[in-house]
């Protein structure tokens, strides 16, 4: 009753230890000629004019108790007014000493002040609009040509994941996207309380909520926190937050301590080959390619710049 | 520039602890009258034949130093002869003393025998067939009617996300999937490692690996593991492995240490009530219900037998 793909004669070239790299994303990029266009070769072979630098006002840097240093690209494009009090908020150092609260399996890891006590800086904006969708004109919006069971177009803008319909964009809630928590009410989202993506993209979260940026580096540290068990995945002991040393805007650091990342251009050809090659993997692992590819498993690829 | 949506006046009704409960499934199930259908009051009003008992025939329990307990509900209709050696290979207590030896963020964690020197017991079938699809025919086949990056159908079999097209059905590497390790050649996976999916769904993988089942309790344990600095994840040292205490199947443990597991029957009318809410969330935080769902983003919902 099986049906029985046909079966390579490949196995004389698989090395013992293989099996455990058995899901190496380019793996096949060492293996004999003639050498497969892997995802991998690509990066690889990019030129220096296929990578985008990440501009020190965009790039938030966070320092976790533990050792964790979390990179988030934002994206003032969608979310103006949030991303303004995001960085209000940094400036004035008033993520230093807040925790993470909560870590919810296959949904998301939040942060900030678990006690909702802590006074605001005078300069917040109380109450941002519902800023989670906005025209599409005046987007540059890099298409990816394939189905979405959200939205009828789906691409990137400023190498964020988006989504459209009609006139309208929003960013999509992918694996690593940051978000506003809120209350019921549109506009009761400061900034003050965000949120990371750690499971499938739940994207029917798209459109209800402010996005403000992405996950670059260090996305680990975030999701390979421990579960919350109290109700939504917070914590029941508060013993098991991690406390967040410092939130800062790179543009803010001295030169020396300043990260620099380079994102591949949504807008390049080397993207446009890598997706390719994403939705059609033609090493010597894969037997079927897909021939398409989820929004979220295209997220742009990231280095550190120079790297 | 910012496309404001209408703004609500509910913010009367939102307590101030529920900025923290923001992201809440079915949150919206304590809010005031008239209670919306949210997805979460579906599940609560159920009926018990809405259920299905998980077979401990099918029902492998892996417990972890940590004192993690990992349950997996396998699926013997895609991958029987996989099956069948992992069968094996619990019964013989093989996987005792083995490891969880890769964490890779957004794509797997890993086990198994991390020296992959350890005999197999004599019964395993050193090359078992590449069972990555089979003919749908004789399927029972619970179509989810949205769209899907990488396949014209999907849906669920046996409780199982899976795909299909023209004759042939696979199952879908969504969170918490369970797949054999392989080296390149297809047959070269017996079962002795194993990976669950721990990010986005990576469906390019679908088609080209045998899953084997899903983890239906305390994935948690697995996907909030510490990842591993090595290539692909792999711990750099052989300290950070988390040691595997025991891999049983249920139905050969003492009847009193058995856990029994209960899913939503994915053909009974609450399944297609609970996918239709979750695709068009009405409760008192969503503003913008979302029309469609995704297949990894509708898996069915688990619990404790009698729960």
């Excluded at 890891?109 to 802590?118: C, P, R």
């Amino acid at each position: 009753m099986v049906y029985y793909l046909p079966r390579t004669a490949l196995r004389a070239l698989a090395p013992a230890m293989s099996l455990l790299g058995l899901l190496a994303p380019g793996a096949g990029a060492q293996a004999p000629t003639p050498a497969p266009l892997t995802p991998a070769k690509i990066l690889a072979d990019a030129p220096p004019g296929a990578w985008r630098k990440v501009a020190p006002e965009n790039l938030l840097m966070m320092t976790l108790a533990g050792g964790g240093r979390v990179a988030i690209e934002l994206a003032p494009e969608f979310a103006p007014a949030h991303v303004a009090n995001i960085v209000r908020l940094a400036r004035a150092g008033w993520f230093d000493g807040t925790s993470i609260n909560r870590a919810q399996d296959n949904y998301v890891v939040q942060w900030g002040d678990a006690t909702e006590a802590k006074p605001l800086p005078a300069a917040i904006v109380a109450n941002p609009p519902a800023e989670y969708e906005r025209p599409a004109a005046g987007l540059a919006f890099d298409a990816l040509p394939y189905r979405d069971a959200y939205a009828p177009r789906i691409g990137f803008v400023a190498g964020q994941p988006a989504a459209a319909e009609g006139n309208i964009a929003w960013l999509a809630h992918c694996y690593g996207m940051v978000g506003v928590g809120r209350s019921n009410a549109p506009d009761t989202g400061t900034g003050a309380e965000l949120y990371a993506v750690i499971g499938h993209g739940p994207r029917h979260l798209d459109r209800n909520i402010a996005l403000v940026g992405r996950v670059i580096d260090n996305m680990g540290d975030l999701a390979a926190r421990r579960r919350g068990t109290a109700a939504l995945g917070f914590y029941a002991d508060p013993a098991e937050r991690e406390a967040i040393v410092s939130v800062r805007l790179a543009a803010d650091l001295p030169a020396a301590e300043r990260p620099a990342y380079e994102v591949l251009g949504t807008d390049r050809p080397a993207f446009a080959a890598w997706v390719k090659a994403r939705a059609n993997r033609k090493d010597d692992f894969f037997i079927r390619p897909a021939g398409a590819v989820d929004l979220c498993n295209a997220l742009p690829p990231v280095r550190k710049a120079g790297g």
